[in-house]
Structure formats: structure tokens, C-alpha cells
């Protein structure tokens, strides 16, 4: 068993549900974004999910959108970026931290070198333009150094298609709670269970819940269901609206 | 043919999960089409009857004799109804859509020509079209937005990032992976996932098919050169490919906008800043810095302001079976001027890439030789631009006037 599942299911034992925040590096800057993920770990969410900027983030919608263009004006450096992520990990070893990237920034600096310099401190890539198919090899590398990649699953993933993922799926699972991109609402938060327990047929690693998770109700309404939910562009906007502190609110009312 | 859609290194289907059953689905229904001879035949009678199929090839005498080399001819997608190759695409996508039972189409657009062709086509198959434009190109390009709009298109303006083409590409990829269910996203170019590279230069190859039979019609021999002008690649696709493996040497003219500064140019072969990358959906030469941001391009021509390029012509061009070239906005200017007042034909500033790349070379060849210059597009759309360049004072007073009768009515 990967660390990764390990980690989630022995949280899970005294937790009903986990949290994951993401956050983009180098948003508003590097240093901001540094004190933000900080102030995230130091409130004690299990996980971390540290969004590295792409140019062309065709999987977010307009608020991760909007961060990533203004934090890709800063120039973040992916090798500073691991550097930074390792500084968390040794500051607050009990949570743990997640990858977000597009393939071409870590194409550009190298797939091997990535996951070779990640070993130790990422525990998981999440790489919504990386299919299945395209990252076998990438995938093997990961398991290697220990990182789980993380594959995605959707309420429109058929059956077939789901044994595929199922049998690939390793650490977790990100199951995507609907179509399009992140930031929309999800109101059909209803139709998930269903939906989950498809998945839960086929899969048999701990299961995240993201795209539209905002309100405590939405982690009330994953409780029970699935292993963690994932807050990304809703943290985003609080942070736009009210800085730090208007995270932390957000974060201390979730569960 | 390509295994899972790669060419060489490059190519391939990076595409977010939530796309994968959309694209199965097409990947298949393309498939079963171009087996179906009913199809084809749709689809040839589609583009006979409502695009004007065959263009000509015209030969071009007073450019030929005045610079004394090459024979000259053109191809004349210029005569395509939409005024531009992209006509062609649209049609067996369009007709694809139906087949597929979809009721909505999405493109998105970089001079307007695709958005243009795009709405055409929605209309007469009584589809739904939505079209992502760059807020950039938007203001560059505004009578192509006029018609979209005429036609029943709705056009939307994409105001972020660098709001050109790669953005406006962007959003379209996040409309479908909103609405795949009824919608089917109709590419421009032979860019982005399986199948869309080797489905848009299948479509397009009608050029080259057609440059084929028409060359031994006209001088009973290939022609010894082709040139194309390169922005995504679809037009040079379409009229290189027939040609592959034979003596026939094909030349595509990127574009050298202003200088070769990062930022200042679209070229995507023969520079440092580009480099082998993952985006968009496909793998390919990509213009990036060395975190792999995408940057910034500038061209004359909207068309063939990209950031990318087709994997097609990427893994050609590592093969050496195409040579690649460039032009800068001035000789390209110069260019268009020469073949408008040489043979009264008023090519697209992105054909004018071609022909100032062929003009370069013509003179120097011997008179026996034959070359064809791919004029993709007509230049009307490119008025405002071009009265700009040549700094035609009374445009100005024109269109001073315009607004001034306007406003006051």
C-alpha cells in the first residue's frame, strides 16, 4: 500500500471527513502564496494541494484562471517551487502535500528530475492534462519514489472505462463531482452518492471529492461518502475577498 | 495514419478526463464516416456545390516573365464561398456533427476566417455556434465578427491571458468539457488531440489532391516546388501531404512579424524559444520560456499568430520532408503588392507569407521549373491592415466620415 493511502486511512480513523485546500504558487506572489499554504497547515487540513502555474490551465475556470496568469507575471521557478514544498513538509510533517501542475511546465524541466527532487516531499502529482493512456511510464516512475499520480474519475466515466481507472487508481482517487471546469457550483451534490458508489465498485483506494466544493453543507453532504473533500476555487475567492483571514474562516467552518 | 494519433514524437491526446468519452466518440464516428461512402459522397457534393470545389490552379504570366525564374502558379483557395480554405474543414465537421447527432458546434478563431467559416456552415445545417475569439483579435478583425454575428453566431470575446488565438482556444477546450454531451468543438486547424490533426489535413487534402491532377492537366509534370504559408498548419497539411515522397519540395513560410525578439515573431522552427512541449491538447513545437509558459506571439496576420504548430508538420519538418521558412511583415506587405498589381489578385496577408517566401526563391530557378504558391485566403478582410500599411491617408478620411454621418444620425 502507497504511503499516500496509508496516510488517508489512518486519519480517517478518528476523522469523518478530511480536507484538501489548494492554493496557487506564486499568487498574488511567492511569498503571499508561501504565507497562505502556512497558515492552511498550521490549522491542521490534512492536505495541501499546490497548484505549480501554467499559461494555459484549460481544465480551470476563471478564478484559478485569473491567479494563474497573474502568478505566471512573477516568474515561479518549478525548482524553487520543490524547494519551498520542502521547507512546508519539514515545518508541518503531519500533513501532506500534493502536486498540481500541467504536463508542460514539468515536461519542460523534466518529468524524471521532477519526481526524483519531489521524492520525500510531494506525495502525490495531480496533472489534469495527463490521460491515463499518455503517463504510464510517468506513473511508474512516481510509484518508485513513493508518490501516488493521482488519476481523476467522472460522474460521466462509464463502467467500462472505470475498470481502467479502478485498476490504475493509486494513493487516491479525484473523483471530479461534475462536468466542466473548477469554480461553477455543483448543485446536484445529490446525484453524487450514486455516482460514488459506481466508482467505489471498481476502486478501491480513498476517494477525494472536487470541482464546486464551497459551503460546510457541501462537506456535510461528502461526509460519509467519500474520504476528502477538495476546496479550490472557493478558497480563492474568500482570499480574494478578505486575505488570510477570510481563509481561515472559510477553512474553520468547514466540518 | 497515426498510432493513437502520434507523428513522430509528437501528437498524442492530453486531454482532461472528463473529455475522454467525447473524444472516443469522435475518434470512432470519424472513422466509420470516411469508410461510409455515402458520406464522401455528401461530403464532395458539399463542397462542389456550396464552396465552389475545384479551385483553380491559375498560372500567374507577368509575375513569371518579370522576375525572369520560375513558372508561377497559384492555388485558389482564395475562391473557396468564406473566401478561405477553412471552408473545406468546416464542411466534413460540420457534416460529422450531424452524423454524430450534435446540435451545437464550437470553434474558436484567430483572424476570423474559421469563426466565419464556422457560422456559415452552422447555418446551413441549422446548427447551434458558439465562437471563441481573442479580445486581441476582436479588435483587429471586427468585420469578421460582424458576419459571425449576421449569420446567427453568438461570438465570444476571451479576455484573458494574452486574448489571442491560444486563449481563445483555451475557453473553447472548457465549453467542451462543459457541454461535450451535445456539443461538438469543430478545430480550425490540424492542431490539438486525436483525431483532430490527421482529420482536419484529411479534410484539406482536397487542395493537394486537386494540385495533383490539375499540374498534369496544365504542364503534364508535379510541380518541382510548393509553398504554403504556416500558422497552425492546415493549409500547408492540405497541400503537402499528397506530395509526400515525391520529387516535389515543399516550403512552408512562418511568420517573422517584426524581428526575432521573443514576442516579436510566430515562428516556430529554426528558433531557440521553441521547443518541444505538451499543450492544448497535443504534443508539438511550442513557443515557451524555460519554465514552459507559453509566450506571447506577433504577425501582421492574425491567422498565423500561434504559439504552436501542427504536429504533423513538427515531426515532417524533423524528418526533412518539409523545409521551413519565414517572412517578415514588410516583405510580406511587398509581396502582397507585387502579385496584386502583377496579376490582379489580392491575396490574404497570411497567403502573402507564401508568396514572399516563393517570390524570394523564384527568380533563381530555371525557367522550366514549375512552382505553386498556396494562396489560402483572400485579402478582403484585410483592408483596415493593409490601408494601414501602405498609409492610404484617405481610408482614414473615409472611415472619419463614416462615423461622422453615423453619429449624427
Redesign the interface.
Known amino acids: 500500500m502507497s504511503s499516500l493511502q496509508k496516510y488517508i486511512i489512518d486519519q480517517r480513523e478518528s476523522k469523518p471527513i478530511l480536507l484538501m485546500t489548494h492554493v496557487v504558487y506564486g499568487y498574488p506572489t511567492v511569498a503571499d502564496s508561501l504565507q497562505l499554504m502556512a497558515s492552511l497547515l498550521e490549522q491542521g487540513v490534512e492536505f495541501l494541494e499546490v497548484q505549480f502555474p ?6 480551470d ?2 478564478a484559478i ?2 491567479a494563474c ?1 497573474a502568478a ?1 507575471e512573477n ?4 525548482a524553487q517551487y520543490l524547494v519551498d514544498m520542502a521547507k512546508l513538509k519539514t515545518a508541518y510533517p503531519d500533513s501532506r502535500i500534493l502536486m498540481m501542475s ?8 523534466g518529468l524524471d528530475r521532477v519526481v526524483c527532487l519531489a521524492r520525500g516531499v510531494i506525495s502525490g502529482f495531480i496533472i ?7 503517463g504510464q511510464q510517468f506513473a511508474d516512475e512516481c510509484i518508485n519514489a513513493d508518490i501516488a499520480p493521482i ?4 460522474p ?3 463502467e467500462e ?1 472505470l475498470k481502467v ?1 479502478g485498476k490504475a487508481a493509486y494513493g487516491m482517487l479525484y473523483c ?1 463531482s461534475r ?3 473548477t469554480g461553477q457550483h455543483t448543485d446536484q451534490l445529490n446525484d453524487l452518492s450514486s455516482y460514488l458508489q459506481r466508482v467505489k465498485a471498481h476502486v478501491d483506494v480513498p476517494l477525494g471529492v472536487g470541482f464546486g466544493i464551497q459551503s460546510p453543507q457541501d462537506v456535510a453532504d461528502l461526509t460519509g461518502q467519500a474520504d476528502i473533500a477538495i476546496l479550490g476555487s472557493a478558497l480563492l475567492n474568500a482570499f480574494n475577498q478578505g486575505g488570510i483571514p477570510a481563509v481561515q474562516q472559510l477553512v474553520a467552518s468547514l466540518r | 495514419m497515426s498510432h ?1 494519433g502520434r507523428f513522430g514524437q509528437y501528437g ?7 473529455l ?2 467525447s473524444q472516443q466518440q469522435l475518434i470512432a464516428a470519424y472513422r466509420s464516416a470516411m469508410a461510409d461512402e455515402t458520406f464522401v459522397a455528401e461530403l464532395e457534393w458539399q463542397l462542389q456545390h456550396f464552396s465552389g470545389r475545384p479551385t483553380p490552379l491559375t498560372f500567374c504570366p507577368n509575375l513569371s516573365k518579370t522576375l525572369g525564374g520560375a513558372q508561377i502558379y497559384l492555388k485558389r483557395e482564395d475562391l473557396n464561398h468564406s473566401g478561405a480554405h477553412k471552408m473545406t474543414n468546416v464542411i466534413g465537421q460540420g457534416l460529422l456533427t450531424k452524423r454524430m447527432g450534435k446540435k451545437r458546434i464550437i470553434a474558436e478563431t484567430g483572424a476570423g476566417q474559421h469563426g466565419v467559416a464556422s457560422a456559415l456552415i452552422a447555418a446551413r445545417l441549422g446548427l447551434e455556434c458558439t465562437v471563441y475569439m481573442g479580445a486581441h483579435d476582436i479588435e483587429r478583425q471586427y468585420p469578421n465578427v460582424f458576419w459571425m454575428k449576421q449569420l446567427g453566431a453568438t461570438v465570444v470575446s476571451v479576455e ?2 494574452s486574448r489571442t488565438l ?2 481563445a482556444l ?1 475557453e473553447a ?2 465549453d467542451w ?5 451535445d456539443t461538438h468543438y469543430l478545430i480550425g486547424t490540424a492542431c490539438g488531440c486525436e483525431p483532430y490533426p490527421e482529420m482536419v489535413a484529411g479534410f484539406q487534402s482536397v487542395i493537394g489532391n486537386e494540385v495533383k491532377k490539375q499540374a498534369a492537366e496544365q504542364f503534364g509534370a508535379l510541380p518541382d516546388k510548393i509553398y504554403a504559408c504556416v500558422g497552425g498548419g492546415s493549409n500547408a497539411c492540405g497541400i503537402f501531404l499528397p506530395f509526400l515522397d515525391t520529387d516535389t519540395e515543399l516550403v512552408g513560410v512562418e511568420a517573422g512579424g517584426i524581428g526575432d525578439a521573443p514576442g516579436e515573431h510566430a515562428k516556430r522552427f529554426h528558433v531557440a524559444d521553441s ?7 497535443f504534443a508539438s513545437l ?1 513557443l ?1 520560456d ?5 509566450m506571447e506571439t506577433q504577425s501582421i496576420s492574425a491567422g498565423l499568430d500561434y504559439v504552436s504548430v501542427s504536429p504533423i508538420l513538427a515531426d515532417l519538418e524533423a524528418q526533412g520532408k518539409v523545409r521551413m521558412t519565414s517572412a517578415r511583415d514588410d516583405e510580406v506587405l511587398q509581396a502582397f503588392r507585387t502579385l496584386a498589381s502583377n496579376e490582379g489578385i489580392i491575396p490574404a496577408l497570411e497567403s502573402s507569407h507564401a508568396v514572399a517566401g516563393a517570390l524570394r526563391e523564384a527568380a533563381a530557378l530555371d525557367p522550366s521549373q514549375k512552382i505553386v504558391i498556396n494562396i489560402s485566403g483572400r485579402g478582403d478582410k484585410d483592408i483596415f491592415n493593409i490601408a494601414k500599411a501602405v498609409k492610404d491617408t484617405q481610408f482614414n478620411e473615409f472611415l472619419a466620415g463614416y462615423l461622422e454621418r453615423e453619429t449624427q444620425a
Open positions: 501554467f499559461s494555459d490551465p484549460v481544465a475556470g476563471p484562471t485569473a496568469h505566471v516568474k515561479p521557478e518549478l500541467y504536463l508542460n511546465p514539468l515536461y519542460r524541466f489534469p492534462d495527463l490521460p491515463l493512456e499518455m488519476w481523476l474519475a467522472t460521466d466515466t462509464d472505462r481507472v471530479v462536468r466542466g471546469v | 493513437e498524442g491526446s492530453y486531454i482532461p478526463e472528463i475522454h468519452n484573458s491571458g491560444r486563449d483555451d477546450m472548457r468539457a462543459q457541454n461535450y454531451q521547443k518541444p512541449g505538451i499543450a492544448q491538447g511550442f515557451q524555460d519554465q514552459g509558459q507559453l
